[in-house]
C-alpha cells in the first residue's frame, strides 16, 4: 500500500521501518521538513516528503505526534483517508486539554473531531516502540503480543488490523473510538504485552 507516515519519532520512525521492510511505499513527514529525514529514508528506502506528499494519494496515513500538535493539521488532507491514530495524551507535555482532562472524550474521538472526513482508526499506542521494532512474531506463535484496534469504520478498521498482523501482532477489535478511552494511557492494557485473550480482559477491566 501507499502510506504516509506524519511524525519521525519513536513511533513513526519505527513503522516507518517496518512498513518499508514488508514492501509498502512509505512517505514520512515531520516538523522539521524533509532535509531533517535524510538518514531514515536512507536506512529505510522510505521517501522523506513533506506533510502534502505524505498524505497524496494515501491509502493509510499514520499520525504520530504529540497530540497538542492535531489541531495545526490541515483536516483537508486527511478527508476520506485511513488515519491511524497512534498518539496519546499526556497533560505534562500537550497541555490542559479540558475534554481530556475530565476524560468525557477519547484522545481518538478528539482528534477525529478536528480531522474531520478522516476514517480515524486507534492503534500502536499502547505498545513500546522497540517491542513494536523488534517483538513482533507468526500468526499462532505462543508469545504473540496482542495489539487492540479501535475505530467506527469496519473496513477502516479491518484495513488496520490486517497491518497489525502482519506486522506480527494479533489485533483485537476494541470497539468504537469511543470505547478507545479502555487502551489509553493508565489502563490495563497500555504499556503491558499482553497477548490477545489478555488484552480482551485487559479493555474489559479498564475503568474510567
Known amino acids: 500500500m501507499k502510506i504516509g507516515i506524519i511524525g519521525s519519532g519513536h513511533i513513526g520512525g519505527t ?7 514488508l ?6 513527514t515531520n516538523s522539521r521538513g524533509p532535509e ?3 538518514d531514515l529514508a536512507r536506512e529505510t528506502g522510505a521517501t522523506a516528503g513533506t506533510l502534502e506528499q505524505a498524505t497524496d494519494q494515501a491509502e493509510v496515513v499514520v499520525v504520530a505526534i504529540p497530540l497538542r500538535a492535531v489541531p495545526e493539521l490541515p483536516a ?11 498518539d496519546n495524551y499526556y497533560p505534562q507535555r500537550d ?3 479540558a475534554e481530556l482532562l475530565d476524560r468525557s472524550l477519547s484522545s481518538s474521538r478528539w482528534t477525529a473531531e478536528h480531522l474531520k472526513g478522516a476514517r ?11 517491542h513494536l ?14 495489539l487492540p484496534v479501535a475505530g467506527d469504520d469496519a473496513d477502516a478498521k479491518r484495513v488496520v488490523m490486517e497491518l497489525v498482523d502482519a506486522l506480527g501482532f494479533d489485533p483485537v477489535d ?11 494511557p493508565d489502563t490495563p492494557v497500555y504499556g503491558t504485552d499482553r497477548d490477545a485473550d489478555g488484552v480482551r480482559q485487559g479493555l474489559a477491566d479498564a475503568r474510567p
Open 174 to 184: 476494541a470497539g468504537t473510538l469511543d470505547e478507545s478511552w479502555r487502551q489509553q
Open 23 to 28: 514492501g509498502h511505499e512509505v512517505t514520512v
Open 95 to 97: 497541555g490542559d486539554i
Open 36 to 38: 531533517s529525514l535524510g
Open 15 to 21: 513503522l516507518t521501518r517496518r512498513l518499508s521492510a
Open 120 to 130: 480515524v482508526v486507534k492503534a500502536f499506542n499502547n505498545i513500546q516502540a522497540q
Open 133 to 146: 521494532m523488534d517483538n513482533g512474531r507468526p500468526a499462532g506463535a505462543a508469545d504473540r503480543i496482542g
Open 76 to 86: 483537508r488532507l486527511f478527508e476520506g483517508r485511513i488515519v491511524v491514530d497512534a
